[in-house]
């Protein structure tokens, strides 16, 4: 037997490279020298710490040469972060074997890590060097699926579990571990939290200290807990709130002060979000885009600084859009312009834009303080001259209907144009009780401010009590909008829980004619999310003047007129958020009842449901276009009706200053006026 030379020398080549102890290499460079990003701007190319500088650190206390076990990220969205828990993977592969837990959570999120990121990386990676760090996979069940565990070729494996899984969490012994979008992880019915499990895999290796655990995630809910270890809080505020809290630091370049970035001191142009500015703390210099990409680099001065230092405290990182590349300050003036004006749209924006976690609004108004502040000019039944909208909302019951009739502006304001009982059974919808109905909304007419007559925009019913009674209702009094063509009569049904829009889509349901009669998908019912409506009404309700200057007013302000009783108010405020329960322990939030009647709170809910429904992505240009075809004469149209204040104070969405606008409005007539579907072009 005789070997080619060749073939010698590359098998010994092969030996020595298996043989010969490798040099130590920081994890940040082994990240540059072997991750080939696989989607982005950057597809294909190797991973730079140019791209996101803030990244090195936190990935050189991810390697063994690092003392410390705990690593924590608390990040917004498109930062490039996610990367760091991928590559790390690949790294305790290629240079620190080790057995490896890597949770996410639910089946979708395993699925996503597992065929969508995880398999892409390891091919590019492996494609590039040509060195195979997994071991092929041979499936159990021999059809080719991808299974959960990746074995390494130097030793050790990868498990990817789900972390709501009880199964997944068990039975293994891990060194190393990944706790993925932490603040997503929900607790296991009948099962031990699974942060607990996932600990527990960690035990065999704690008396000696050689574990390390990274902990990354984009925030949740705050429970307003300072220290953040209320049940319920936001998982990787926690972990972050128990770290030495690090924040990428930049110098200013005008004077050199060193801080770091928050939405207090930003000033959002919003006429011309590109020109939105940060404000230095040392010297007031109007920071531009420009000068803060190149700040963001080391060598400009950019650093990590820990703000609450302490023997105890583990490395804690926290990520944001101000620190980002990939994003900018346009990028974030835009979503703030575009998110502030909803409690859903606030959430949002704090957690994947700011990285912090959001506080709903859950505290009752004082009702008295509201009815402290009624204004004796509003005349029932009259449209004020700032408003555009009108809306109404019918509560039935089954002895009589209570209904409130809202006007709107364009800066979320509201007016409080009618509230009423309409006594009478609600058995059928020919009852009396909905001949008034009718009268009292869809064949009424609202005298505004000009002496011009207004129609309602929107009615809504709920048909939560009596589904087929207001089915038939809607059916039997539709009418179409003059303006929009679109269905002016709605028939809404509330729905519990977080994370729901104002209206979602409609569901055809049969209308029951009684007698074996039916009319088969005879009617469309549109859910409310009424949890964080609520939320917002309260933000609203709790906004005060802040003296008699009309142009002062903030924006999403309630008014309401002298002749509302002390009853309305007391309804409007009856319901509050308290936790909830799990075996004596709060692991959430849920709205509750202070008082047995709080018609006219669902009455203003579905009310505010149907407002955001007409008028969400609508630009200042197409309420100006809208208030000129409502007949608003120039003077009205002057003010400065269209330049929406900015609804901060909700939540812990920080306040923000306001720019003054160069311009006033365009007053371009690009409005949707003709029979669309909606009144306003969508921009989502
Ligand atoms: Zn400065």
């Known amino acids: 037997m005789s070997f080619h030379p060749g073939a010698l020398k590359s098998a010994a080549t092969i030996l020595s490279r298996t043989i010969r102890p490798r040099p130590p290499v920081r994890v940040s460079e082994w990240v540059a020298q072997n991750i080939v990003l696989v989607d982005g701007p950057d597809a294909g190319a190797l991973w730079s710490p ?8 936190v990935l050189d206390c991810l390697g063994d040469a690092h003392p410390c076990n705990l690593v924590s990220v608390r990040k917004s969205q498109q930062t490039g972060a996610s990367i760091a828990a991928l590559a790390w993977a690949l790294y305790i592969a290629d240079r620190e074997p080790a057995n490896v837990l890597y949770a996410v959570p639910g089946i979708e999120a395993y699925r996503d890590l597992n065929s969508g990121k995880l398999h892409p990386l390891i091919e590019a990676m492996q494609r590039r060097s040509g060195v195979r760090l997994i071991r092929p996979q041979v499936s159990r069940s021999g059809d080719g699926s ?6 390494f070729v130097r030793g050790g494996r990868l498990w990817l579990a789900n972390a709501h899984s009880v199964m997944d969490l068990s039975s293994k012994t891990a060194r190393k571990g990944i706790k993925d979008e932490l603040s997503k992880w929900q607790p296991i019915p009948g099962a031990q939290d699974p942060e607990d499990l996932f600990f527990g895999r960690f035990t065999a290796f704690r008396g000696s200290g050689e574990w390390k655990i990274l902990e990354i995630s984009t925030p949740e809910y705050d429970t307003g807990d300072p220290l953040g270890e209320k049940p319920g809080h936001c998982r990787i505020d926690r972990s972050f709130k128990r770290s030495d809290q690090r924040f990428w630091h930049i110098a200013c370049p005008e004077c050199g002060t060193v801080q770091y970035q928050r939405f207090e001191r930003f000033r959002v142009d919003e006429a011309s979000p590109h020109r939105s500015r940060y404000i230095c703390e040392g010297c007031q210099h109007e920071i531009s885009e420009a000068e803060r990409r190149l700040a963001l680099q080391p060598e400009a001065g950019a650093q990590w600084i820990a703000t609450s230092a302490g023997p105890d405290r583990h490395p804690g990182f926290h990520i944001d859009a101000f620190c980002s590349l990939m994003m900018s300050y346009e990028a974030i003036a835009e979503d703030w312009l575009k998110a502030r004006g909803s409690e859903i749209g606030l959430k949002g924006f704090t957690n994947l834009v700011l990285g912090l976690p959001f506080a709903f609004r859950g505290d009752a108004p004082d009702h008295e303080k509201l009815l402290a502040r009624r204004e004796s000019h509003l005349v029932q039944g009259h449209v004020p001259h700032d408003a555009l909208i009108i809306t109404a909302h019918a509560d039935v019951q089954m002895r009589g209907v209570w209904l409130e009739i809202v006007a ?4 979320r304001r509201s007016y409080l144009v009618d509230a009423q ?18 009268r009292e909304t869809i064949d009424r007419e609202f005298p505004d401010a000009f002496g011009r007559m207004r129609r309602l925009d929107a009615f809504g019913i709920d048909a939560g009590y009596r589904q087929h009674v207001v089915a038939s209702f809607v059916r039997a009094n539709q009418t179409m909008h003059p303006d929009t063509g679109a269905d002016v009569v709605f028939a809404l049904k509330g729905e519990d829980g977080w994370g729901r829009p104002p209206l979602g889509l409609p569901k055809l349901i049969d209308i029951d004619l009684g007698g074996n009669r039916k009319i088969r998908q005879g009617a469309k019912l549109w859910t409310v999310g009424t949890w964080p409506l609520k939320s917002s009404l309260y933000t609203q309700l709790s906004k005060e003047r802040v003296n008699t200057n009309f142009a002062d007013i903030p924006a999403g302000y309630c008014h309401f007129p002298g002749w509302a009783d002390e009853e309305y108010f007391k309804q409007l405020t009856a319901e509050h958020l308290v936790d909830v329960m799990v075996r004596g322990v709060p692991t959430g939030k849920r709205w509750a009842r202070l008082r047995e009647d709080n018609h006219f709170l669902d009455c203003r809910v579905g009310n505010l449901a149907l407002f955001e429904h007409l008028t969400t992505g609508a630009s200042p240009e197409q309420w100006a276009a809208l208030a000129r075809r409502r007949g608003l004469p120039d003077e009205a149209l002057r003010q400065d009706l269209f330049t929406t204040a900015a609804v901060g104070g909700a939540g812990s969405a920080p306040p923000i200053e306001k720019t003054t606008q160069a311009n006033s409005p365009r007053l371009a007539d690009d409005w949707l006026g003709g029979r669309g579907d909606r009144w306003f072009n969508r921009q989502d």
């Open 50 to 57: 140019r791209g996101a500088p803030y990244l090195v650190e």
């Open 146 to 151: 991808k299974t959960d565990e990746k074995v």
């Open 408 to 411: 709107w502006t364009p800066d």
């Open 421 to 438: 009982y309409l006594g009478g059974d609600t058995d059928t919808h020919t009852a009396k009780v909905f001949e008034r109905l009718r």
